[in-house]
T-cell receptor, first 113, second 113 residues
Framework: EADIYQTPRYLVIGTGKKITLECSQT?????MYWYQQDPGMELHLIHY???????EKGDLSSESTVSRIRTEHFPLTLESARPSHTSQYLC????????????FGSGTQLSVL | QQQVKQSPQSLIVQKGGISIINCAYE??????FPWYQQFPGKGPALLIA?????SEKKEGRFTISFNKSAKQFSLHIMDSQPGDSATYFC????????????FGTGTSLTVIP
């Protein structure tokens, strides 16, 4: 049912590298989100978008940036990765007309050494 | 500040038993309360949801009980099965906050045969 894809699935990189986490959905959803998930913690919203060229920061402060040039694509970029960025990143989307249901991707597990 | 408090952090139940996970919230503006189920290596998926105009919602073996006056809601899994072993997140949202979701910290459920 869920047609939302995240790549890569796992990423191990060194400090200071620039990385982009990819997220694409084929459902035509206007709303897309990035959540950060750490063990034993709630999912924290770090970015969201309500449509093309619309991006907002979420409740959790993040050094990452996002872009929304196409409806289906919502990449997240870290210009200079640090060990504190080590986490699971989940992308989600919802239908703007009935936005209660979030569709999640399988996540990207990022480890910064 | 954590908007939704979830307990227990982990739960072990015998096959056929009842699993109960509890959540509490403070913000009376919340008007939608979903539960998400997450299997290892997957993103969360919507399991069941309730609005505060009803006190209970049942879907198969899964039931949400909602107590508006106490600002609490709980997930009951009847006849728990090993396939139910997963992490469960409660959440809350409100149109007041643009329908952004606030998640609990998750409960790791293990159902032993």
């Amino acid at each position: 049912e869920a047609d939302i894809y995240q790549t890569p699935r796992y990423l191990v990189i060194g400090t200071g590298k620039k990385i982009t986490l990819e997220c694409s959905q084929t459902m035509g959803h206007d709303k897309m989100y990035w959540y950060q998930q750490d063990p034993g913690m709630e999912l924290h919203l770090i970015h969201y978008s309500y449509g093309v060229n619309s991006t907002e920061k979420g409740d959790l402060s993040s050094e990452s940036t996002v872009s929304r040039i196409r409806t289906e694509h919502f990449p997240l970029t870290l210009e200079s990765a640090r060990p504190s960025h080590t986490s699971q990143y989940l992308c989600a989307s919802s239908d703007a007309d009935y936005n209660e249901k979030l569709f999640f991707g399988s996540g990207t597990q990022l480890s910064v050494l | 500040q954590q908007q939704v408090k979830q307990s227990p952090q982990s739960l072990i139940v015998q096959k056929g038993g009842i699993s109960i996970i509890n959540c509490a919230y403070e913000n009376t503006a919340f008007d939608y309360f979903p539960w998400y189920q997450q299997f290892p290596g997957k993103g969360p998926a919507l399991l069941i949801a309730i609005r505060p105009d009803v006190s209970e919602k049942k879907e198969g073996r899964f039931t949400i009980s909602f107590n508006k006056s106490a600002k609490q809601f709980s997930l009951h899994i009847m006849d728990s099965q090993p396939g139910d072993s997963a992490t469960y997140f409660c959440a809350a949202s409100s149109i007041t906050y643009g329908n952004q979701f606030y998640f609990g910290t998750g409960t790791s459920l293990t159902v032993i045969p």
